[in-house]
């Protein structure tokens, strides 16, 4: 965990050292994008090799449900509480 905070002490400290130099903007805008890229398919591969991939899948999609729908469920709460708050003032 160390490391990880160094790396990015490192990298902060290297991005306020180079600046807004075009060289640096210019390879930024060519590495950003493939990095993620690059990312993502290792995550991809690491999730792939798992065996029980299909078991969970199941189990994802109905803890995924039920979060969206306590989100929505929270959010007309909030909505219909600050209506009836701002409705009283009036």
């Known amino acids: 965990m160390l490391a990880y905070l160094g790396c990015l002490l490192l990298g902060i400290g290297l991005a306020l050292a180079v600046g807004e130099r075009p060289v640096v903007r210019r390879a930024q805008a060519r ?5 993620i890229l690059v990312l993502l398919f290792f995550m991809g591969v690491g999730i792939g090799r798992d065996p029980e991939l299909p078991r969970k899948i199941a189990r994802f999609g109905w803890n995924a449900g039920a979060v969206a729908l306590l989100a929505v469920a929270g959010s007309v709460a909030a909505v219909a509480g600050l ?4 409705g009283r003032r009036r």
């Open 83 to 86: 209506l009836w708050v701002l």
């Open 31 to 35: 590495l950003l994008p493939a990095t």
